[in-house]
Structure formats: structure tokens, C-alpha cells
């Protein structure tokens, strides 16, 4: 397993070691201690999560207020370039975010901290996107920025609108939402 630290430090990009042969393959998707330290300090997961989204379906930009969730994330089917916003005031790399192609094929995964607010893009016909939680979904907390906030002017790859829910396309103005200290 190959851990590094992306253009914000504070998100890791997890790429596993994978064995092939002629009857398929096999990776080791999780281990804690290594995932521990990694990330230099102890992490509990405490809620699976697994959805399936069709093409140019976006998903976020979703956090949580309070019940924080740090999030592991990848995809076991298909394709999705992946958006983690820093929403800390006090951090380097405030209002600056990531995006990664996160694929069945690649098998990547990503951890995006406490402090970030979360979304993804499907660029394959569908997409299967499972992520473990440290905390539990509790949606009096969640919050949504908008996905096209010309703020954050995030370099979605997209030829054409995409497909959000009706919250999603409620999403705040980065200017506008609750942030972190």
C-alpha cells in the first residue's frame, strides 16, 4: 500500500498494492495500523456507506457542522473525479480543494479529514462509490456548498449540466456557509 499526501497535506491518496493473475485479483482495501500511521494518529470508523449514482450525476458539496466526519473513500464500480474543499479558517490551505479520479480500474482511494466538505462527479455511465465514516450521518448538521460556487471555481470536468438533487442544487455560496475554525 502506497499512502502519500496530496497538494493539501491533509488529504491522503491511498493506492494499494494489487495482485493479479489469471483468475482475477486481489488488494488489502483497509488495514489500521498502516492507516494509523499514515496518518500519525489513532482513527475510528464508525459508519459504512455505499451508493450508486448513473453518468454526470454530482453528489455535494456536502459536510457536517457538528458529528464532524472524516471520510475513506473510493469506488468499486465504475469512475468519479472526486472534490475535497478545505473549510478551515485557520489551516494554509483554507478555501483551496482537491480533485482526483477516484476508479474501479485504479482502485485509489482517498482520505478526506474533519473540516472538509465532500463531492463527487460520475464520469462513467454509473458508478458504485463506498466510504467509511468517523462519525454517524446525522442530517440536522449537514451542510451543502454549491458545487459551482465561482469562489472555489472547481474544475469539474463537465461538457454539460450536471445532475444534482433538489438539496444539492441548494447548496450555499462558499462566502455564505458555516466554516470551521
Known sequence: MHIRQLSIPDILR????VFVDERGFFYESFHQARFEEALGRKVNFVQ?????SAHKVLRGLHYQVQQTQGKL?????GSVFDV???LRRSSPTFGQWIGQVLSAENKVQLWV???FAHGFLVLSESAEFLYKTTDYYAPEHERCIAWN?????IAWPLDAAPVVSPKD???LPFLQAELFD
Not at 149 to 153: I, K, R, S
Open 113 to 115: 479529514p474533519p473540516g
Open 169 to 171: 442544487d441548494q447548496g
Open 48 to 52: 459504512d456507506s455505499h451508493s450508486r
Open 73 to 77: 473513500v473510493r469506488v468499486v464500480s
Open 149 to 153: 460556487d465561482p469562489t472555489l471555481a
Open 14 to 17: 491511498i493506492e494499494p498494492r
Open 84 to 86: 475535497a474543499v478545505d
